[in-house]
C-alpha cells in the first residue's frame, strides 16, 4: 500500500499538527518520489519523513540568512575537516520542539518515530573526538542564535564500516550516500574555481599571480542546522568537487581514450572521494593537501564573497573592516592553508599590500591545537607544497623570514631559539613546513581544549611563543551539546531530571543540573534513577545481543570504554585488566566467586587501517571475549565484549547504560576527551587518570565520585627514564596477566609482537612508552575500589546522580559562549 492510499497528500510545509504532517509525509512520499509508489515500507516512511521535517528547516535557514544579511553582524566561520553528524532526524524534531506531533504523523501510517529514526544512516565525515567537537559545536551555535556557519568537506565515503571477523578488524567503505541525504540542499549558483598545481606569473609592475595548472570546481551543499528551541538555523556547508563539461574531452573519447577523456573529472572525483586516505604513501599524502587546500579555498572564496554581498561599498575596498565582520577558526592545523590562501587572495586578486593584508589575515584567523603527539603534528614537505601550490609557497617563505626578522630585531635574547620557532624546517634531508608554527605566528588566538592541555601547550609545546606574545594563548574547555547527548539519547533519565528540577530549562542551561545535588540521598529519587537506568541498560544489552550474538546480564556492572583504538588511550591495560580478574576468578573457589562483583567489560573502537598495534588489541579483546564468555565457570561473573562499529548512533545507546566507564589514557596525551563528559552527564561513574578534561569533571563531580589512579603529567618524562635506566620494576600482577596471554590461553594468534610492546628496547620492545607497566597496580587497585563500591547500591546510585549533577560546566553552550566572548567577539542575533 502507498502513503496516499493512508493520508491524503498536503503539499505545504506541515504544520505542527499530526493530520496535516501525516499529509505532508504522503505527499512527499508522492511528489519527491525516490522510490517506486506502492510500497510505502519503513525506509520510504523515513525519506518521506526526513523531507517533511526539511521543509521546517529550510523555511529557518532562508530565514536566519535574510535575517544576518540584513543586520551584517560579525560572523564566525568554523573550518573543520571533519564533522561527525550521526543522524539528524531525531534531533531535528527535538530542536523544533515537534517531536510528539511527528510521532504522532507517524503512528497514522503504522510506525514508531524511534524505528523510523532507526532508518537513517550516520553521517559520519569524521574519526573521532575532533569531529564530534565541530558538530556538537554547530549545534550550540545555533541554539546560541550566534552569526556562524560550519564548513567541510562531503566526502563520498565517511569513515570506514568496521566489522570484525576471524583474523580481526576489517574495514568497508562507509556508503553514507548509498540511495541519497534527504538533508543536504545543493545550491547550484555556489561555485567557485580551486586551481593547483601551476606557476606564478609575474608582471611587469612586479605583481605576482598563479596561473596554469588544472582548475576544479567546488559545489556547495548545505545542511541545515536547527538550534534548539530558537528560530536560527545556521549551515553546515560541504563543498563537493566536480569538473565541467569543457573539462570532458570528446575528441579522445570518441577517439576510444575513454580514460584520459575524463581525467579531470576523475580527478575532482578523488578529492571528495574518502575521509582522510591514508597517507602512507606519496600519492596520499598529495591526496590529503589537495582536500585541505580545497576546503580552504572554497571557503575563503564564499566568505569573501558573502562580505561583498552584504554591503556594496566593499566591493572596490573597505578591507579593514573585514576583521570586524569575519572571524575564522581553524580546527586544528588541517585549515592551516587558510592563512596563506587568505593572503593570496587580498593581495594577489584584491590589489592589497602585504602589511594590510597581514594586519587582516592576522586579526581574522584563530588556530584550535588539540593534541600534543608529535606523530599528529602536521608537517608537509616543501617540494610538495611548491609542486601543488607554488604561490602560497611563497607566502609562506614570506611570513617565515618576516618573522624571523622580527625575532632578531625585537627579541635578541630569542636568537637561539629561532631555528625551533620558524615555521620552515629546512633540515636538508627532509624540508617540510611545519603547520602549527604557522598557525601560531599568523593567528591572533591560540586555544588548547582543556585546562591541563592548555597548560601544557604553554609550557611546553608553545612555551617560546609565549614569551613574545603572552596574550595570544587561551584555554578553552570542550563540551558536548545537552540537547543529543542528553535530552534525546536518555528520555527515561531526562524526564527525571525534568521532574526534580521542576523544569526542563537545563536543557539549555545545563548548570541547573546542580540542582539535582539536594535530593541526592532522597531514596525516591534512588528508585526512579535505578529504574531509568536499568531500562537503559536493558536496551544496550538488546543492542550487544543484535550485533555480536552474546547475552549479557543487565545486572552486572556495565563497563565501558568507547573510543579510537591508540596506544596512549591504553585499551590494552582494560584488557590485561579483564585477563587478570578472569585468571583470579578461575582460581577461586566457587564460594569465593559469589562474592564477586558480576562485570560485563565492553570495549569498542575502530583502529587506523595501517596501525598495526591498535588492531592487535582489536583482535585481542574478541580473543579473550571468546574464551571467557564460554567459559560456564566463571561467565556469571565476567564477561568480555567487543563492541563493533562503534559510531555516533551505537554510542546514543551505549552512553545511557553505563555505569563505568573508563579514561585511562597515560597522563599529557588525551588533549580533552569529550567522551568522559557524556558518560558522566549520563551519571555514569569514571575510572580514570589525571588527563585531559578528566581533571575538571573530577573537580566538578568531586574527587569521591571518581576512581582515580596512575601517574600524573609531570611525573611522566621521569618515569620513562626510569624505565630507559632499569630502574622499573614490574608488580607481579602485570607479570601474570602478560604471561597468561602468552601462555596462549586466548588463541593461537602471535601477541609477542604487541606485548613486548610494553617490555624494555628489545626485541619489539618499546620500553612500554605509554606506561602501562607502571600505572597496571594502581589500575587494579582503583578496580577493586569500584567493585566494593558497587555492591552498596545506595552509594553508587548517589554517586551516579552526583555526576549527572556535576556536568553542568561540559556544555558546549559555555564553551561556545567562550569563544564567541573571548576570541570571536561575536553576539547573538535571533530571528524575531
Ligand atoms: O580532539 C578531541 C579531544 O577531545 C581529544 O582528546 C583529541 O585526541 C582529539 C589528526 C586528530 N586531537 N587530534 C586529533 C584528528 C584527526 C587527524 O587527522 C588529529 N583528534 C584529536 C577534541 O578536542
Known amino acids: 500500500m502507498s502513503a496516499a492510499d493512508k493520508v491524503k497528500p498536503a503539499a505545504s510545509p506541515a504544520s505542527e499538527d499530526p493530520s496535516a504532517i501525516a499529509g505532508n509525509i504522503s505527499y512527499h512520499a508522492q511528489y519527491s518520489p525516490h522510490f517506486s509508489p506502492l510500497a510505502f515500507g519503513p525506509e520510504q516512511a523515513f525519506y518521506a519523513t526526513a523531507e517533511s521535517v526539511r521543509d521546517h528547516l529550510l523555511q529557518r535557514w532562508n530565514d536566519t540568512y535574510l535575517h544576518f544579511h540584513k543586520t551584517d553582524p560579525k560572523q564566525t566561520y568554523y573550518l573543520s575537516m571533519e564533522y561527525l553528524q550521526g543522524r539528524a532526524l531525531t534531533n531535528a524534531v527535538g530542536n523544533l520542539a515537534i517531536t510528539g506531533a511527528y510521532a504522532d504523523a507517524l503512528k497514522k501510517f503504522g510506525y514508531e518515530l524511534e524505528a523510523i529514526a532507526g532508518q537513517e544512516r550516520d553521517a559520519a565525515l569524521g574519526n ?83 596561473a596554469g595548472g588544472e582548475v576544479l570546481n567546488a559545489l556547495a551543499y548545505d545542511v541545515p542546522i536547527p538550534g534548539y528551541k530558537t528560530k536560527n538555523a545556521i549551515s553546515l556547508r560541504l563543498w563537493d568537487a566536480t569538473a565541467t563539461a569543457e573539462d570532458f574531452n570528446l575528441f579522445q573519447f570518441n577517439d576510444g581514450q575513454y580514460e584520459s577523456a575524463a581525467q579531470l573529472h576523475s580527478r575532482a572525483q578523488q578529492i571528495c572521494a574518502v575521509l582522510y586516505p591514508g597517507d602512507a604513501t606519496e600519492e596520499g599524502k598529495l591526496l590529503r593537501l589537495k582536500q585541505q587546500y580545497f576546503l580552504c579555498s572554497a571557503s575563503l572564496q564564499d566568505i569573501i564573497f558573502r562580505f561583498k554581498e552584504r554591503k556594496a561599498d566593499r566591493v572596490s575596498g573597505k578591507w579593514s573592516e573585514f576583521p570586524s565582520k569575519v572571524a575564522v577558526q581553524m580546527n586544528d592545523t588541517h585549515p592551516t592553508l587558510a592563512i596563506p590562501e587568505l593572503m593570496r587572495l587580498l593581495m594577489d586578486v584584491e590589489g592589497l599590500g602585504w602589511d594590510e593584508a597581514w594586519a587582516v589575515t592576522n586579526k581574522t584567523v584563530a588556530y584550535t591545537n588539540h593534541t600534543v603527539l608529535p606523530e599528529a603534528l602536521e608537517k608537509w614537505s616543501q617540494a610538495v607544497m611548491r609542486k601543488l601550490l607554488p604561490r602560497h609557497m611563497e607566502i609562506i617563505e614570506e611570513i617565515d623570514k618576516r618573522f624571523r626578522e622580527m625575532v632578531i630585531s625585537t ?37 588548547g581544549v582543556a585546562e591541563l592541555h592548555s597548560n601544557i601547550l604553554k609550557q611546553e609545546l608553545f612555551a617560546d ?6 596574550n595570544k594563548f587561551q584555554n578553552k574547555t570542550n563540551g558536548i551539546t545537552p540537547r543529543r547527548w542528553l535530552r534525546f539519547c536518555n528520555p527515561e533519565l531526562s524526564e527525571i531530571v525534568t521532574k526534580w528540577l521542576k523544569t526542563d530549562q537545563w536543557t539549555s542551561n545545563l548548570d541547573l543540573l546542580t540542582g539535582l545535588r539536594k535530593f541526592a540521598d532522597d531514596e525516591k529519587l534512588h528508585a526512579e534513577w535505578a529504574a531509568a537506568k536499568l531500562a537503559s541498560k536493558k536496551r544496550l544489552a538488546k543492542h550487544v545481543l543484535d550485533v555480536t550474538g552474546v547475552t549479557i546480564d543487565p545486572d552486572s556492572l556495565f563497563d565501558i570504554q568507547i573510543k579510537r583504538i591508540h596506544e596512549y588511550k591504553r585499551q590494552l591495560m582494560n584488557i590485561l585488566g579483564a585477563v587478570y580478574r578472569y585468571k583470579k576468578l578461575k582460581e577461586m573457589s566457587a564460594a569465593d566467586r559469589q562474592k564477586v562483583t558480576p562485570r560485563t567489560v565492553m ?230
Open 128 to 210: 573521532g573526538g575532533l569531529g564530534r567537537l565541530a558538530s556538537c559545536f554547530l549545534d550550540s551555535m545555533a541554539t546560541l542564535n550566534l552569526p556562524s556557519w560550519g564548513y567541510g568537506l562531503r566526502y563520498r565515503y565517511g569513515l570506514f564500516k568496521q566489522r570484525i571477523a576471524k583474523e580481526g578488524q576489517e574495514e568497508i567503505a562507509e556508503d553514507w550516500l548509498d540511495k541519497f541525504s534527504p538533508w543536504e540542499i545543493v545550491r547550484h549558483d555556489v561555485v567557485y574555481p580551486i586551481r593547483f598545481f601551476g606557476h606564478v606569473e609575474i608582471s611587469p609592475d612586479g605583481k605576482r599571480k598563479w
Open 411 to 447: 627579541r635578541k635574547d630569542m636568537e637561539g631559539k629561532i631555528e625551533s620557532m620558524r615555521v620552515l624546517d629546512n633540515n636538508p634531508e627532509k624540508p617540510v613546513v611545519r603547520m602549527a608554527n604557522l598557525c601560531v605566528v599568523a593567528g591572533h588566538t591560540v586555544n
Open 465 to 470: 611563543y609565549v614569551s613574545i606574545w603572552p
Open 603 to 832: 570495549v569498542g573502537g575502530k583502529a587506523f587501517a595501517t596501525y598495526t598495534n591498535a588492531k592487535r588489541i582489536v583482535k585481542l579483546v574478541n580473543d579473550v571475549g571468546a574464551v571467557v564468555n564460554n567459559d560456564a565457570d566463571v561467565n556469571k561473573y565476567l564477561k568480555v565484549v567487543f563492541i563493533p562499529n562503534y559510531n555516533v548512533s551505537v554510542a546514543e545507546v551505549l552512553i545511557p547504560g553505563s555505569e563505568l566507564s573508563q579514561h585511562i589514557s597515560t597522563a599529557g596525551m588525551e588533549a580533552s576527551g569529550t567522551s568522559n563528559m557524556k558518560f558522566s552527564l549520563n551519571g555514569c561513574v569514571i575510572i580514570g587518570t589525571l588527563d585531559g578534561a578528566n581533571v575538571e569533571i573530577r573537580e566538578e563531580v568531586g574527587q569521591d565520585n571518581f576512581f582515580l589512579f596512575g601517574a600524573k603529567a609531570d611525573q611522566v618524562a621521569g618515569l620513562r627514564k626510569d624505565r630507559e635506566n632499569g630502574l622499573f620494576k614490574p608488580d607481579p600482577r602485570f607479570e601474570e596477566a602478560k604471561q597468561f596471554i602468552r601462555s596462549g590461553a586466548f588463541g593461537t594468534y602471535d601477541y609477542t609482537p604487541l606485548l613486548d610492546s610494553l617490555e624494555g628496547n628489545t626485541g619489539f620492545g618499546r620500553g612500554d612508552y605509554f606506561l602501562v607497566g607502571y600505572d597496571f597496580p594502581s589500575y587494579i587497585d582503583a578496580q577493586a575500589r569500584v567493585d566494593e563500591a558497587y555492591k552498596d547500591k545506595k552509594k553508587w546510585v548517589k554517586m551516579s546522580i552526583l555526576n549527572t549533577a556535576g556536568s553542568g560546566k561540559f556544555s558546549s553552550d559555555r564553551t561556545i559562549d567562550q569563544y564567541a566572548k573571548e576570541i570571536w567577539g561575536i553576539s547573538a542575533c535571533p530571528v524575531p
